[in-house]
């Protein structure tokens, strides 16, 4: 079983920038695919970031490629997603995923319970 606990969160203006954190627990973190995703109220859940267990491979939706990076310390069992330049469409709560499976798009086997982002224009 894992755990994962987002932070990071929080009110901040438009072209500002915001690092969110994804603290997991196990032994067996650095075994993990991690990933963000994002949802609105009314929304489907969908896609942000993802990276590998080690980090050597990482992918971005669209509408944040160029002003984010996701990166992870296997030390510290957690990722990160350094979001810049934001935007008042990424205004949503930011959930944190993992999965055993190799990659976001074979399933996620856990997620976290959500840390809300604010862009103010």
């Known amino acids: 079983q894992v755990q994962l606990v987002e932070s990071g969160g929080g009110l901040v203006q438009a072209g500002g920038s915001l690092r969110l954190s994804c603290a997991a627990s196990?032994?067996?973190?650095?075994?993990?695919?991690m990933g963000w995703f994002r949802q609105a109220p009314g929304k489907e859940r969908e896609f942000v970031a993802a990276?590998?267990?080690?980090?050597?491979?990482?992918s971005y939706a669209s509408p944040v490629k160029g002003r984010s990076t996701i990166s992870r310390d296997n030390a510290k069992n957690t990722v990160y997603l350094q979001m810049n330049s934001q935007k008042p469409e990424d205004t949503t709560v930011y959930y944190c995923?993992?999965?055993?499976?190799?990659?976001?798009?074979?399933?996620?086997?856990?997620w976290g319970k959500g840390t809300l982002v604010t862009v103010s224009s």
């Open positions: 995923a993992a999965t055993r499976r190799g990659w976001y798009t074979h399933g996620v086997d856990y």
């Open positions: 196990g032994r067996t973190f650095s075994s993990y695919a």
């Open positions: 990276l590998n267990w080690s980090g050597g491979t990482t």
